[in-house]
T-cell receptor, first 112, second 113 residues
Framework: DSGVTQTPKHLITATGQRVTLRCSPR?????VYWYQQSLDQGLQFLIQ???????AKGNILERFSAQQFPDLHSELNLSSLELGDSALYFC???????????FGQGTRLTVV | DAKTTQPPSMDCAEGRAANLPCNHS???????VYWYRQIHSQGPQYIIH???NNETNEMASLIITEDRKSSTLILPHATLRDTAVYYC??????????????FGKGTHLIIQP
């Protein structure tokens, strides 16, 4: 158990819908990362937050957004969902920026 | 981040040491070598990281060549549960910058009974 909690574990939704994925980092970790893993793309970095502020952006679509709240939990919002958004979404946290990151068990999103 | 090159797959017999190589010939002086693994569809698991000295923890050892252009992750006594995709990542530890870990395709290590 990495100490990073992601909810829900599974999510099935229809195209065009909007979903919110939640991540609770390890106690004391200030940095949160979001990753997407689809079968043909491998692990893709989406976005990073540090102590509530956005710090880095990767291959995140404009339909996706995220935020980190004062209690340090983070949410990833995915809107106007398409079939191709079906993937595993992982959250990771680390004590500070650029220290080792610990991953949650992911949310499996299926868009039908 | 500098690029890394890993073999796509490797086999190892259970109980033997698994040695996973990684080439990172363009590594910069401020870049660390990190290793993660991912067991089928689970979240990636941090294993170890190092700068230039060899490192050991309860999971593995990391051997970095003197010129830092390559490294080897050693699992001393591989078990079936070590079957996973292993990722070698080089990453700056600048503190001021920020970026996500960049995962390549990794090495699929298969432990044979």
């Amino acid at each position: 158990d990495s100490g990073v909690t992601q909810t829900p574990k599974h999510l099935i939704t229809a195209t065009g819908q909007r979903v919110t994925l939640r991540c609770s980092p390890r106690s004391g970790d200030l940095s949160v990362y979001w990753y997407q893993q689809s079968l043909d793309q491998g692990l893709q970095f989406l976005i990073q937050y540090y102590n509530g502020e956005e710090r880095a952006k990767g291959n995140i679509l404009e339909r996706f957004s995220a935020q980190q709240f004062p209690d340090l939990h983070s949410e990833l919002n995915l809107s106007s969902l398409e079939l191709g958004d079906s993937a595993l979404y992982f959250c990771a946290s680390s004590r500070r920026q650029n220290t080792e990151a610990f991953f949650g068990q992911g949310t499996r999103l299926t868009v039908v | 981040d500098a690029k890394t090159t890993q073999p796509p797959s490797m086999d190892c017999a259970e109980g033997r040491a698994a040695n996973l190589p990684c080439n990172h010939s363009t590594i910069s002086g401020n870049e660390y070598v990190y290793w993660y693994r991912q067991i089928h569809s689970q979240g990636p698991q941090y294993i170890i990281h190092g700068l230039k000295n060899n490192e050991t923890n309860e999971m593995a050892s990391l051997i970095i060549t003197e010129d830092r252009k390559s490294s080897t992750l050693i699992l001393p006594h591989a078990t079936l549960r070590d079957t996973a995709v292993y990722y070698c990542i080089v990453r700056a530890f600048s503190g001021g910058g920020a970026d996500g870990l960049t995962f390549g395709k990794g090495t699929h290590l298969i432990i044979q009974p």
